[in-house]
């Protein structure tokens, strides 16, 4: 059998393990067309293109984060004739995979077949059976990690992780659009139940956080770690007078925001070590600019800060992605020469054919075979799942047939990088007792 069809063969019939994403426990599916169709990544886009900001959701935030309070089909109707601004891009064409394959559509969504499609596909995302079809059938998802911790889902596929660890002093993913370190402070002490004056309070904070993990029903602990994190002023006697500053409302320099980030998060492991959780999840690289539109972010201290606190916690894993394609060989060496550090996927602005081929190849030059996971889907309805991974299949392809080509690769060794990089690794990165 020819190179390409053994490696073909193997991509078609691996097994996947999703270790992030934002699926509904209780849903998984999409409930209409709109939800499919101004999903955020293609909302900005649609948003960038010149629909107005306010045109498809009435807060102006994605419907991900805010109810639009705008029915589905008007929402589609509103946002179609933007599509076409959007052929050219990867998400544009994520979503017409996702019609054609998924939902057997061929025409091109437009206003003379809106009332007729939207039906469709609600019919289809109303089927008992669609889930499993989608995700074990399209996608041959086995489980899915979830970071939705509303309910809980009958299925035992569906795994839970907990994100939102509270490490940080300022926002950097806007909900509501408060950011600044008081209205975060306050948020926290919301959470509390009580006012946040000292160190030891928020110490304190972190403990009663820290037994969300304690039943052990959670996957990982994500964090959002902030590139500039820094150990420069993370003694407990600096964040005494950060939160002290914050109190009195005078503005935070890089460094005490990095250093609080720095010591919420060894405080945070220390008090996680009560758990039986050890792998933790750290998502860096994006920030979000009012209304709600992500940039790409990067500091020099932040490889730094994640070698010093993985060598400081060797009995946690660490698995990181970043939404900065400038961390691509950063985070290679530290997945390289760092045994408790992996790395993972291709997050929010990394998810495009060319930053995909660059991480892929990247790792597989430096980063040993066991410490990479090829695949994270981080979406919210089971429908994304597919384009996305329909993306990284075909590009991995394209790279092991041109390694086998050069004969630096075989295709036993081929079949073996991809057995790890979908199922195996992830699989014992985040402790998965597989059925």
């Given at each position: 059998?020819?190179?390409?069809?053994?490696?073909?063969?193997?991509?078609?019939?691996?097994?996947?393990?999703?270790?992030?994403?934002?699926?509904?426990?209780?849903?998984?599916?999409?409930?209409?067309?709109?939800?499919i169709?101004?999903?955020?990544?293609?909302?900005?886009?649609?948003?960038?293109?010149?629909?107005?900001?306010?045109?498809?959701?009435?807060?102006?935030?994605?419907?991900?984060?805010?109810?639009?309070?705008?029915?589905?089909?008007?929402?589609?109707?509103?946002?179609?004739?933007?599509?076409?601004?959007?052929?050219?891009?990867?998400?544009?064409?994520?979503?017409?995979w996702?019609?054609?394959?998924?939902?057997?559509?061929?025409?091109?969504?437009?206003?003379?077949?809106?009332?007729?499609?939207?039906?469709?596909?609600?019919?289809?995302?109303s089927?008992?059976?669609?889930?499993?079809k989608?995700?074990?059938n399209?996608?041959?998802?086995?489980?899915?990690?979830?970071?939705?911790?509303?309910?809980?889902?009958?299925?035992?596929?569906m795994?839970?992780?907990?994100?939102?660890?509270p490490?940080?002093?300022?926002?950097?993913?806007?909900?509501s659009?408060k950011?600044?370190?008081?209205?975060?402070?306050?948020?926290?002490?919301?959470?509390?139940?009580?006012?946040?004056?000292?160190?030891?309070?928020y110490?304190?904070?972190?403990?009663?956080?820290?037994?969300?993990?304690?039943?052990?029903?959670?996957?990982?602990?994500?964090?959002?770690?902030?590139?500039?994190?820094?150990?420069?002023?993370?003694?407990?006697?600096?964040?005494?007078?950060?939160?002290?500053?914050?109190?009195?409302?005078?503005?935070?320099?890089?460094?005490?925001?990095?250093s609080?980030?720095?010591?919420?998060?060894?405080?945070?492991?220390?008090?996680?070590?009560?758990?039986?959780?050890r792998?933790?999840?750290?998502?860096?690289?994006?920030?979000?600019?009012?209304?709600?539109?992500?940039?790409?972010?990067?500091?020099?201290?932040?490889?730094?800060?994640?070698?010093?606190?993985?060598?400081?916690?060797?009995?946690?894993?660490?698995?990181?992605?970043?939404?900065?394609?400038?961390?691509?060989?950063?985070?290679?060496?530290?997945?390289?020469?760092?045994?408790?550090?992996?790395?993972?996927?291709?997050?929010?602005?990394?998810?495009?054919?060319?930053y995909?081929?660059?991480?892929l190849?990247?790792?597989?030059?430096?980063?040993?075979?066991?410490?990479?996971?090829?695949?994270?889907?981080?979406?919210?309805?089971?429908e994304?799942?597919?384009?996305?991974l329909?993306?990284?299949?075909?590009?991995?392809?394209?790279?092991?047939?041109?390694?086998?080509?050069?004969?630096?690769?075989?295709?036993?060794?081929?079949?073996?990088?991809?057995?790890?990089?979908?199922?195996?690794?992830?699989?014992?990165?985040?402790?998965?007792?597989?059925?």
């Open positions: 059998m020819k190179a390409i069809s053994v490696v073909r063969e193997a991509l078609d019939d691996v097994k996947i393990i999703d270790p992030h994403c934002h699926l509904r426990p209780e849903k998984p599916s999409a409930d209409n067309l709109a939800d169709l101004l999903y955020h990544h293609l909302w900005i886009e649609l948003i960038s293109s010149g629909m107005d900001q306010f045109e498809v959701t009435k807060s102006g935030f994605p419907h991900e984060l805010v109810d639009p309070e705008i029915p589905p089909l008007e929402r589609v109707k509103r946002a179609v004739q933007y599509l076409p601004c959007i052929r050219n891009t990867t998400v544009g064409l994520f979503f017409r996702i019609m054609k394959d998924l939902f057997n559509m061929e025409d091109a969504l437009g206003e003379r077949n809106i009332e007729k499609i939207f039906h469709n596909v609600g019919e289809r995302c089927d008992p059976l669609w889930e499993d989608v995700l074990r399209y996608c041959g998802i086995e489980y899915n990690i979830t970071v939705n911790t509303d309910t809980v889902s009958s299925s035992k596929r795994l839970q992780g907990k994100e939102g660890v490490v940080n002093i300022v926002r950097e993913y806007i909900v659009g950011e600044n370190p008081m209205e975060v402070l306050g948020s926290m002490e919301k959470d509390f139940g009580k006012e946040i004056k000292h160190v030891s309070d110490l304190d904070y972190l403990q009663l956080f820290s037994k969300y993990f304690l039943e052990g029903k959670y996957k990982f602990a994500g964090i959002w770690i902030l590139p500039c994190i820094t150990d420069e002023m993370s003694e407990e006697r600096y964040i005494d007078s950060i939160i002290k500053k914050v109190k009195n409302g005078k503005q935070l320099s890089l460094v005490e925001i990095g609080f980030c720095y010591f919420g998060t060894v405080s945070f492991l220390k008090e996680l070590r009560k758990s039986k959780t792998t933790i999840q750290i998502l860096t690289g994006a920030y979000v600019l009012p209304p709600h539109r992500s940039i790409t972010r990067w500091n020099r201290s932040f490889v730094e800060s994640i070698g010093k606190i993985a060598y400081e916690f060797e009995d946690f894993h660490f698995s990181i992605s970043s939404a900065s394609d400038i961390y691509t060989h950063d985070l290679g060496i530290l997945a390289k020469h760092i045994p408790n550090v992996s790395i993972a996927g291709y997050w929010w602005h990394t998810l495009y054919p060319f995909i081929k660059k991480s190849e990247t790792r597989l030059d430096m980063v040993p075979m066991n410490k990479i996971i090829g695949f994270f889907s981080d979406t919210y309805h089971i994304w799942c597919y384009p996305k329909k993306m990284v299949k075909s590009i991995l392809k394209d790279i092991l047939i041109e390694r086998i080509n050069r004969g630096w690769y075989d295709t036993k060794l081929a079949c073996v990088i991809i057995n790890k990089l979908f199922y195996e690794n992830p699989r014992k990165i985040y402790n998965i007792e597989t059925m």
